[in-house]
T-cell receptor, first 114, second 115 residues
């Protein structure tokens, strides 16, 4: 595997379910990100982890719970979601030190909440 | 805080015609500027970025962008598009002095290349 991978690619869940999204990066980066991409809205940064420590949480509801066990893996645990949470969830990684560094994105998980 | 405005949500263009995607930003601090592309069913990929120096930046796939500080713009151009350029394009900025690289994205411009 190369780059940034995300599983599953598609997920349909009911509002009472619990599921997790997984992201893995094979680039040796030290920072990982979760973004939400909804129709007709700009990409929203949800969480940032640097060296496995959460450094940003952009007022995300508690029904989204991130976990970063090491610098290569990032999870997003989901529970009691709402229909408006249906979106494409993108994971990215980068070197955190400087804002000039590009971010490398995974293909995303398309989430549908029914 | 920064904000990014992409003035066109959709741009239809014929194959081999030129295309320009507009991006304006607002920021109280100096920023780095990026253009990303998202092909159908894929994540975002960096096209090019402006950090400093020459205001004309060349990227992959024949794209280029020009930074205009006075107009706070960073428009993306390609002189001749291909069908394979059909995608969504995102302009983004990051604060030069911020710890870490957190991007603020525009709303995206969907380019549809017609034969």
């Amino acid at each position: 595997e190369t780059g940034v991978t995300q599983t599953p690619r598609h997920l349909v869940m009911g509002m009472t379910n619990k599921k997790s999204l997984k992201c893995e990066q094979h680039l040796g980066h030290n920072a990982m990100y979760w973004y939400k991409q909804s129709a007709k809205k700009p990409l929203e940064l949800m969480f940032v982890y640097s060296l496995e420590e959460r450094v940003e949480n952009n007022s995300v509801p508690s029904r989204f719970s991130p976990e970063c066990p090491n610098s290569s893996h990032l999870f997003l645990h989901l529970h009691t979601l709402q229909p408006e949470d249906s979106a494409l969830y993108l994971c990215a990684s980068s070197q955190y030190a400087q804002s000039s560094y590009e971010q490398y994105f995974g293909p995303g998980t398309r989430l549908t909440v029914t | 805080a920064q904000s990014v405005t992409q003035l066109d949500s959709q741009v239809p263009v014929f194959e081999e015609a030129p295309v320009e995607l507009r991006c304006n930003y607002s920021s109280s601090v100096s920023v780095y500027l990026f253009w990303y592309v998202q092909y159908p069913n894929q994540g975002l990929q960096l096209l090019l970025k402006y950090l400093s120096g020459s205001t004309l930046v060349k990227g992959i796939n024949g794209f280029e962008a020009e930074f205009n500080k006075s107009q706070t713009s960073f428009h993306l151009r390609k002189p001749s598009v291909h069908i394979s350029d059909t995608a969504e394009y995102f302009c983004a900025v990051s604060d030069i002095k911020a710890a870490g690289n957190k991007l603020t994205f525009g709303g995206g411009t969907r380019v549809l290349v017609k034969p």
